[in-house]
């Protein structure tokens, strides 16, 4: 299948600092992708679909300013948490699907994950 | 709006022996239907999916899942359990929305572990 990998795989930060995480895909187009994240021994939250070319959708409680999405080209889409805190800890993992239809039977692939941990 | 049901939070089962994780979903129209395996620390693995046709899904690692649209389940079914397979198991739902439409709904995952 799809590859979709995510750098870094882990980061520790200082509160109030800004951390960026990058996400591609290495062997197809994605004019979509999407962020998600996991609390511990929980499901995966849909936090926003990262657009290529145009702006992020939020879902709904999740701060626009504070979770900014950058979908720069067909491959890449950065999700930038900025003066993180604490509570931000988390797994976060972006996903994106692999358009063979065009539609929503396409399969979406998901990357390894980057554990954030803001001291 | 779509939901995804996954009962048991875990599942124990012995090594050899056949394993099933359930699955449950609501949805409007036709539903789009996909197992995913997660490991430790790690990002979620597509198994499988259930577009239309043949009620009986073969995936990858020897797993298979049936569509059953009277019962709305999508039970995830292996004959012979591995040691290997233990790991967290989403079952996730997309109805069809219309091109371009992609955003997955999980259920909450279901740990198995098989018992050596």
């Known amino acids: 299948g799809a590859v979709v990998s995510q750098h870094p795989s882990r980061v520790i930060c200082k509160s109030g600092t800004s951390v960026k995480i990058e996400c591609r895909s290495l062997?197809?187009?994605?004019?979509?992708m999407f962020w998600y994240r996991q609390f511990p021994k929980q499901s995966l939250m849909l936090m926003a679909t990262s657009n290529e070319g145009s702006k992020a959708t939020y879902e709904q409680g999740v701060e626009k300013d504070k979770f900014l999405i950058n979908h720069a080209s067909l491959t890449l889409s950065t999700l930038t948490v900025t003066s993180a805190h604490p509570e931000d800890s988390s797994f976060y993992i972006c996903s994106a699907p692999e358009r063979i239809s065009g539609g929503p039977a396409d399969t979406q692939y998901f990357g390894p994950g980057t554990r954030l941990t803001v001291l | 709006a779509q939901s995804v049901a996954q009962p048991e939070d875990q599942v124990n089962v012995a090594e050899g022996n056949p394993l099933t994780v359930k699955c449950t979903y609501s949805?409007?129209?036709?539903?789009?239907l996909f197992w995913y395996v997660q490991y430790p620390n790690r990002g979620l693995q597509f198994l499988l999916k259930?577009?239309?046709?043949?009620?009986l899904v073969k995936g990858s690692y020897g797993f298979e899942a049936e569509f059953n649209k009277s019962q709305t389940s999508f039970h995830l079914k292996k004959p012979s359990a591995l040691v290997s397979d233990s790991a967290l198991y989403f079952c996730a739902v997309r109805p069809y929305s219309g091109a371009g439409s992609y955003q997955l709904t999980f259920g909450k995952g279901t740990k198995l572990s098989v018992i050596p």
């Open positions: 949805v409007s129209g036709n539903p789009y």
């Open positions: 259930y577009i239309t046709g043949d009620n």
């Open positions: 062997d197809f187009q994605a004019t979509t």
